[in-house]
Structures are given as C-alpha cells and as structure tokens.
Nanobody, 123 residues
Framework: VQLQASGGGSVQQGGSLRLSCAAS????????VGWFRQAPGKDRELVGA????????WYAESVKGRFTISRDNAKITVYLQMNSLKPEDTAVYYC?????????????????WGQGTQVTVSS
C-alpha cells in the first residue's frame, strides 16, 4: 500500500489545518492508520490513530481536544483535523499504517509510511 500525505502549510497560532492521507494499492480500508509527527531534534511521536472501521481513535495528550482523526474508506483517505494550533505543533507530519486492523503506539510497528508534510505554526 502506498500512502501520500498532504495539506500541510504555515499558519498562525490558533489557526487550523486539515491533513489528508490518501492511499493506493493494498486493502487500506482494512487497515488502521496513525498520524505521527517529528520536530527537529526530536523523536517521531504518534499524535493520533484510528482503527479500520473508524470507531476507535486514540490521541496523544498534547493534542487531545484539538486534533480529530477520521477516515472515509470510500475515498480511501484518512484525515487529521488540527484546530487551535500552537507553535509546539510545528513538525513534519506523517501518516502510516501497521498493515492490520488495529493501531499500535510504536512507530516500529508501522510498515507503510507516506512522505511527510510540513506544518509550521507561528506565534
């Protein structure tokens, strides 16, 4: 399965962005998806994840209440809606799938990755 992330950009603090992760190949509708981010000098971290049906989601404490992950299996796309953005949300954001129905919390468990999309939040 191939993943392509898009939707990044530059916004001011308090602004919003919606990232998209489009898939091709494989059986994406049967796979969980995670959104990760990596800031300069920091480890890659999971910020949100969704299971294959979209009924179970998980968020990092740092984004809970501000970010929402959703999916449209008909469009084979997963979204990350990011509201109330803060400068500390600045990072390259990646979507990835572990190739199974339920998400995990470790980047090493994710076999398929999209290219990153840069999100920059200015104060």
């Amino acid at each position: 399965v191939q993943l392509q992330a898009s939707g990044g950009g530059s916004v001011q603090q308090g602004g919003s962005l919606r990232l998209s992760c489009a898939a091709s190949g494989g059986t994406f509708s049967e796979y969980a998806v995670g959104w990760f981010r990596q800031a300069p000098g920091k480890d890659r971290e999971l910020v949100g994840a969704i299971n294959w049906r979209g009924v179970s989601t998980w968020y990092a404490e740092s984004v809970k209440g501000r970010f929402t992950i959703s999916r449209d299996n008909a469009k084979i796309t997963v979204y990350l809606q990011m509201n109330s953005l803060k400068p500390e949300d600045t990072a390259v954001y990646y979507c990835a799938t572990p190739g199974r129905t339920y998400y995990t919390y470790l980047a090493a468990d994710y076999s398929f990755w999209g290219q990153g999309t840069q999100v920059t939040v200015s104060s």
